[in-house]
């Protein structure tokens, strides 16, 4: 059943417009009596099309209930730039996974270097991104992927959550598998191609960031964000 994201969605008038208008008449092709769910702030409205106009879709309430596909933890992801578009493929697999918002992170040994002022005219394609994969995969919220920070930023950052792990392969680190799983919110900072500088991780564990390591395989940049969330949620039982 197709998933439409509208905080501003009333149930005391039932109407979607503008872009979910075009979305559902156009590209969906959808009739009235044809159903749909519509996700406002938390809350899945299951609807059915009573009619369809120039203007907008007018709705009909069959229920309303708490969306159940949000993880019981937030966890934000903080991923040093990657090149070319790997990037997106991150954003879109690890909304699906249950991520709630995507930090990228300039370091030292990101092969992109990307400005700031440049990655902030490719974050709404970004963003849409994001929306999609929230709609495919029935999420609750659509999660946010935020403005291209600093390392010295996003710490400041990870330090408000309540377990900030950085992966790292060091002597010094720990077992994914020891991370604590009863947490509210999680920080994952991973790094790019080159992985991160020593100085760096000293920087990060200095301020609380826990480097934590995955195994004795590599993973690529790609693949490290999406293996930790996995690992995150079945230790949290948000995968059951």
């Known amino acids: 059943m197709p998933k439409f994201f509208e905080d501003a969605f009333s149930p005391e ?32 409205y299951e609807c059915e099309i009573a009619e369809i106009s120039q203007d907008a879709v007018t709705l009909r309430i069959l229920s309303a209930a ?62 849409k991104i994001a929306q999609a994969a929230a709609q495919q995969s ?16 996003a710490a400041e950052r990870m330090t408000a959550l309540d ?19 009863d947490a509210k919110s999680y920080g994952l900072c991973i790094g790019s191609e080159g992985g991160f500088d020593p100085e760096e991780i000293e920087m990060l564990t200095a301020r609380g960031v826990q480097a934590v390591w995955l195994g004795k395989r590599i993973l690529r940049c790609e693949t490290a964000p999406l293996t930790a969330l996995s690992v995150l949620m079945f230790r949290t039982g948000n995968l059951n």
């Open 13 to 44: 008038h039932p109407v979607l417009e503008g872009e979910h208008l075009r979305h559902i008449g156009y590209a969906l092709r959808m009739r009235t009596g044809e159903q749909l769910t519509v996700c406002s702030c938390g809350t899945d």
């Open 66 to 127: 708490a969306c159940c596909t949000e993880p019981t933890i937030k966890v934000t992801l903080f991923q040093a730039l990657p090149k070319s578009d790997k990037l997106e493929q991150i954003i879109q697999k690890s909304v699906e996974l249950g991520v709630t918002e995507i930090v990228p992170v300039l370091t030292r040994r990101c092969i992109s270097r990307m400005s700031a002022a440049d990655f902030q005219k490719k974050l709404p394609r970004y963003q």
């Open 138 to 153: 029935g999420r609750g919220i659509i999660p946010t992927v935020s403005p291209l920070l600093t390392l010295e930023q």
């Open 163 to 181: 377990v900030p792990v950085v992966l790292y392969e060091t002597e010094g680190g720990i077992s994914f598998a020891d991370v604590r799983a």
